[in-house]
């Protein structure tokens, strides 16, 4: 059986600070998650800035956010898309609920898309 890129999520960042910072996508129970594609769309006719998180669980619930956690930092320009490819994010969540989360600078102007595969736990 072949792996397949799946959608993992997809939406809009409406948290503006990292106490709010919200999961774009999650670790389902009885998987390994490879996140390899991130895209981050700019709709907004000035710049806005996005933050990323991965996020370990906590006893196999939703972790909380530390400072550590962040991997990625970029004003995206007004209508800039970013694509963040395997190559620059290597992310595998491997616990129930670890978690990738994002905010953003200003609500409600970046759409999000992350791809990858989910893989049965052996």
Same mark, same amino acid.
């Given at each position: 059986?072949?792996?397949?890129?799946?959608?993992?999520?997809?939406?809009?960042?409406?948290? +503006?600070?990292? &106490? *709010?910072?919200?999961?774009?996508?999650?670790?389902?129970? #009885? !998987?390994? =998650?490879?996140?390899?594609?991130?895209?981050?769309?700019?709709?907004?006719?000035?710049?806005?800035?996005?933050?990323?998180?991965?996020?370990?669980?906590?006893?196999?619930?939703?972790? +909380?956010?530390? &400072? *550590?956690?962040?991997?990625?930092?970029?004003?995206?320009? #007004? !209508?800039? =898309?970013?694509?963040?490819?395997?190559?620059?994010?290597?992310?595998?969540?491997?616990?129930?609920?670890?978690?990738?989360?994002?905010?953003?600078?200003?609500?409600?102007?970046?759409?999000?898309?992350?791809?990858?595969?989910?893989?049965?736990?052996?």
């Amino acid at each position: 059986m072949a792996n397949t890129i799946v959608r993992l999520g997809k939406g809009q960042i409406t948290a +503006t600070t990292s &106490a *709010t910072a919200e999961v774009i996508t999650t670790n389902p129970t #009885a !998987y390994d =998650t490879s996140v390899d594609y991130i895209m981050i769309y700019n709709t907004n006719s000035s710049a806005v800035t996005v933050y990323l998180y991965q996020v370990d669980d906590n006893a196999l619930a939703v972790g +909380t956010l530390a &400072a *550590t956690d962040q991997f990625f930092q970029y004003a995206l320009a #007004a !209508y800039e =898309t970013i694509l963040l490819c395997r190559q620059d994010i290597m992310i595998i969540m491997t616990d129930t609920n670890d978690t990738l989360k994002a905010y953003a600078s200003v609500t409600a102007k970046l759409n999000y898309w992350v791809f990858g595969m989910k893989l049965a736990d052996q």
